[in-house]
């Protein structure tokens, strides 16, 4: 019996270390960026990262669902968007990575919330031989997707499960002067020739690369990863202006493994994991100014025109801008 009892008292010591040497991670990045920056960490670290990977609007429901005994220490990887509604919804803790002051202030919440690990943007890509067929050029403004020529040609991702979609309603929002009338009129066009509404933001880019939509509106990182398949893809983004977007990280609160959580976000913002986005090809570009640049992105990125998101105010006003999409655009 003593000797039992010696066991049971090692495994019950044992615990608390091992449950230290696991982060659990919610992320909206697809499995093929995410993955090996994760591994590259438990290399490095021996820490173990159990990871679920979820569509924006997904991710945040499931984390709020979760505030009373949250499941995730960490959330990494998802559009700015996610992280200010996460926020607003109180289910962040704030967090200043060890190298915080390094960031820009436009890249992270000024009270810690959350913080960029990448800059990424919106934009239109197009099949190349669908164009030709049609004697059509790639949109270079919003408008131009309305002309009926795309009729049923067009897919984007869903507001309500996709922060991509959110990041296209932000996008026509302050490209046509954050008036929300105007806004609405647009998106109520825009819909008469979209084919499909995707799950997730990158749903729609095998589809267009394959030939069964002439336009896909996707994040570039998803443009990129296909041109490089061998896809024949023109990549244009509007005239009148794409959001802003950043990919960031953020302490869960009540974060089980919040001493583990916290080195892991600190990584987060050395040079050894923001060379990993060019390493890796995750076609994004880093926040730390020290981290290495892919000149590809770096050169799509400069025929942007970026507009500056307020999060505040799109943490509070997410919920409402989709219904308003439910509600009044897709009528579903």
Same mark, same amino acid.
């Given at each position: 019996?003593?000797?039992?009892?010696?066991?049971?008292?090692?495994?019950?010591?044992?615990?608390?270390?091992?449950?230290?040497?696991?982060?659990?991670?919610?992320?909206?990045?697809?499995?093929?960026?995410?993955?090996?920056?994760?591994?590259?960490?438990?290399?490095?670290?021996?820490?173990?990262?159990?990871?679920?990977?979820?569509?924006?609007?997904?991710?945040?429901?499931?984390?709020?669902?979760?505030?009373?005994?949250?499941?995730?220490?960490?959330?990494?990887?998802?559009?700015?968007?996610?992280?200010?509604?996460?926020?607003?919804?109180?289910?962040?803790?704030?967090?200043?990575?060890?190298?915080?002051?390094?960031?820009?202030?436009?890249?992270?919440?000024?009270?810690?919330?959350?913080?960029?690990?990448?800059?990424?943007?919106?934009?239109?890509?197009?099949?190349?031989?669908?164009?030709?067929?049609?004697?059509?050029?790639?949109?270079?403004?919003?408008?131009?997707?309305?002309?009926?020529?795309?009729?049923?040609?067009?897919?984007?991702?869903?507001?309500?499960?996709?922060?991509?979609?959110?990041?296209?309603?932000?996008?026509?929002?302050?490209?046509?002067?954050?008036?929300?009338?105007?806004?609405?009129?647009?998106?109520?066009?825009?819909?008469?020739?979209?084919?499909?509404?995707?799950?997730?933001?990158?749903?729609?880019?095998?589809?267009?690369?394959?030939?069964?939509?002439?336009?896909?509106?996707?994040?570039?990182?998803?443009?990129?990863?296909?041109?490089?398949?061998?896809?024949?893809?023109?990549? %244009?983004?509007?005239?009148?202006?794409?959001? !802003?977007?950043?990919? =960031? #990280?953020? $302490?869960?609160?009540?974060? /089980? *493994? &919040?001493?583990?959580?916290?080195?892991?976000?600190?990584?987060?913002?050395?040079?050894?994991?923001?060379?990993?986005?060019?390493?890796?090809?995750?076609?994004?570009?880093?926040?730390?100014?020290?981290?290495?640049?892919?000149? %590809?992105?770096?050169?799509?990125?400069?025929? !942007?025109?970026?507009? =500056? #998101?307020? $999060?505040?105010?799109?943490? /509070? *006003? &997410?919920?409402?801008?989709?219904?308003?999409?439910?509600?009044?655009?897709?009528?579903?």
């Amino acid at each position: 019996m003593s000797r039992f009892l010696l066991l049971a008292a090692c495994l019950l010591l044992a615990a608390p270390a091992w449950a230290a040497d696991t982060i659990n991670v919610y992320t909206a990045w697809p499995e093929s960026l995410s993955q090996p920056i994760f591994k590259a960490y438990t290399a490095q670290t021996g820490v173990q990262i159990n990871f679920i990977r979820l569509s924006t609007g997904e991710l945040v429901a499931r984390a709020t669902a979760e505030k009373n005994n949250p499941r995730a220490d960490v959330i990494w990887g998802a559009p700015g968007d996610g992280f200010a509604a996460a926020k607003a919804a109180g289910i962040l803790e704030p967090y200043k990575a060890a190298s915080w002051g390094k960031i820009a202030p436009e890249l992270k919440d000024p009270e810690g919330y959350y913080t960029a690990v990448s800059k990424n943007t919106l934009l239109f890509m197009s099949n190349a031989k669908l164009l030709k067929e049609k004697g059509l050029k790639a949109p270079t403004s919003w408008n131009d997707l309305l002309d009926p020529a795309y009729k049923g040609q067009i897919q984007t991702a869903d507001a309500r499960t996709s922060g991509t979609a959110l990041t296209r309603i932000l996008s026509i929002y302050y490209a046509f002067g954050k008036d929300e009338a105007k806004t609405l009129d647009y998106q109520k066009k825009l819909h008469a020739n979209v084919q499909v509404y995707t799950k997730s933001g990158g749903g729609c880019t095998i589809p267009a690369a394959m030939g069964q939509a002439m336009v896909c509106i996707a994040h570039m990182p998803d443009a990129i990863e296909a041109k490089k398949k061998g896809y024949d893809m023109v990549t %244009t983004f509007p005239r009148e202006g794409v959001a !802003a977007v950043i990919e =960031a #990280v953020a $302490l869960v609160k009540g974060a /089980k *493994n &919040r001493e583990a959580a916290t080195k892991f976000i600190d990584w987060t913002f050395t040079k050894d994991m923001q060379d990993l986005l060019d390493k890796n090809e995750v076609y994004m570009l880093p926040t730390l100014p020290e981290g290495s640049v892919n000149p %590809t992105v770096q050169a799509l990125m400069k025929e !942007a025109k970026l507009l =500056a #998101v307020d $999060l505040d105010w799109v943490g /509070k *006003n &997410r919920k409402r801008l989709v219904d308003l999409w439910v509600n009044e655009v897709i009528k579903d």
